[in-house]
Each structure stands twice: as structure tokens, then as C-alpha cells.
T-cell receptor
Framework: TQLLEQSPQFLSIQEGENLTVYCNSS?????LQWYRQEPGEGPVLLVT?????EVKKLKRLTFQFGDARKDSSLHITAAQPGDTGLYLC????????????FGTGTRLKVLA | NAGVTQTPKFQVLKTGQSMTLQCAQD?????MSWYRQDPGMGLRLIHY???????DQGEVPNGYNVSRSTTEDFPLRLLSAAPSQTSVYFC???????????FGSGTRLTVV
């Protein structure tokens, strides 16, 4: 069974703090995505990473793909209340056929 | 450019009733999928399609049917609604195996 574990599950921080969310698997991903989901809405794609060691930045968000393409991290600098939401990592694994799996999710709350 | 449009947004069904959740995309993507999202269970794949006329089962297909007669439309049919099908349903589309999904805004279904 391919699992995509995220940690932490829940995170409540003050505005202005930094945070890192982790996404780990025992499987190698051909690509990995991060999404943010707000209440009552569908997940919104933030970024795609495909190369081991790749780093991408989206304003205050920094995404890193592990060298072995089995893990990823999302770092938020100076968090704001607008960053509140459910963060999901997901990716494509090839084992005969491609399978797309979602992580367990990290629920972030940023307090003003 | 609407992306992915799901209707209805909310629905209440009685046990045993049938209904169709509509999904339409204007992105000309071949891949379309239906997910359900439940607390503590994450996103689970119900059915998916890799092109018009091609559909396949996902992780939790029982009680649901799909068809894909056009690239744009991918309706999900509940054959005989059960309380266990109470959930939030998301339709999503992507360009290919190593691309992320664009999600619709979801249908919140309650079966009583």
C-alpha cells in the first residue's frame, strides 16, 4: 500500500511565524504537487515539482522536492491569516501503471 | 474560463433515491476523476477517465456509475443512495499523469 504521510496533522500558529509541513513516502514519485483547500471549496493547485532536489518559490511559500523524490516540504515564511487552510501533498507513482495518491493533509490555522 | 463546473452544490436525498452529479470542464483535458472527501479519510478516488469513451474504477466505486461520452462532461450517478454516501464530492481534471488537478467547487450530498 502506497502511503503519503504528512506532518504535522494540525498546526496553529500566530501571524508572522514561520512553519514547515512535511510530506513523506516510501515510494518514488514521478511528480509531486501541493494543494491548499479552504472550507467549502475544492483543493487549489499551488505547485508541481518533478526533479529531485528541486526548489520552487511562490511568494512566501517555498516548496522542496527530496533528492530521492520520496519526500517534499512546504515552508511558509511570516504566515498570515490568509494562509489558513488544509494543505495536501499528492503525486504520481509508477508501478506498472500510474497511480495518483493524496497525502493525509495538514490543517493550518494562522491567528491574527 | 470556468475550469471545472459542478452542479448541484448541495443535495439532500432519501435512502434509495438515485441522482446524477454533473461535471463539466472547458480545459480540453483528457483526464477526469471523481473523488469523495470524508473527515479522517481524505480524498478517495471513485472513478476516473483517461478520455472520451474510457472509464475505470478507483478505490471506492461501489454504488456509483460514470460515463464519458464527450471530453467535456463526466457525470457521476448514484444508483440507490445510502447514508454511507453522505460526503463531499469533487470532480477534477488534469492534463496528464504528471500534472496536478484542477478541482471543481464540490457537491455536498446528504443521504437521510
Amino acid at each position: 500500500t502506497q502511503l503519503l504521510e504528512q506532518s504535522p496533522q494540525f498546526l496553529s500558529i500566530q501571524e508572522g511565524e514561520n512553519l514547515t509541513v512535511y510530506c513523506n513516502s516510501s515510494s518514488v514519485f514521478s511528480s509531486l504537487q501541493w494543494y491548499r483547500q479552504e472550507p467549502g471549496e475544492g483543493p487549489v493547485l499551488l505547485v508541481t515539482v518533478v526533479t529531485g532536489g528541486e526548489v520552487k518559490k511562490l511568494k512566501r511559500l517555498t516548496f522542496q522536492f527530496g533528492d530521492a523524490r520520496k519526500d517534499s516540504s512546504l515552508h511558509i515564511t511570516a504566515a498570515q491569516p490568509g494562509d489558513t487552510g488544509l494543505y495536501l501533498c499528492a503525486g504520481a507513482i509508477y508501478s506498472g501503471t500510474y497511480k495518483y495518491i493524496f497525502g493525509t493533509g495538514t490543517r493550518l490555522k494562522v491567528l491574527a | 474560463n470556468a475550469g471545472v463546473t459542478q452542479t448541484p452544490k448541495f443535495q439532500v436525498l432519501k435512502t434509495g433515491q438515485s441522482m446524477t452529479l454533473q461535471c463539466a470542464q472547458d480545459m480540453n483535458h483528457e483526464y477526469m476523476s471523481w473523488y469523495r472527501q470524508d473527515p479522517g479519510m481524505g480524498l478517495r478516488l471513485i472513478h476516473y477517465s483517461v478520455g472520451a469513451g474510457i472509464t475505470d474504477q478507483g478505490e471506492v466505486p461501489n454504488g456509483y456509475n460514470v460515463s464519458r461520452s464527450t471530453t467535456e462532461d463526466f457525470p457521476l450517478r448514484l444508483l440507490s443512495a445510502a447514508p454511507s454516501q453522505t460526503s463531499v464530492y469533487f470532480c477534477a481534471t488534469r492534463r496528464g499523469v504528471n500534472y496536478g488537478y484542477t478541482f471543481g467547487s464540490g457537491t455536498r450530498l446528504t443521504v437521510v
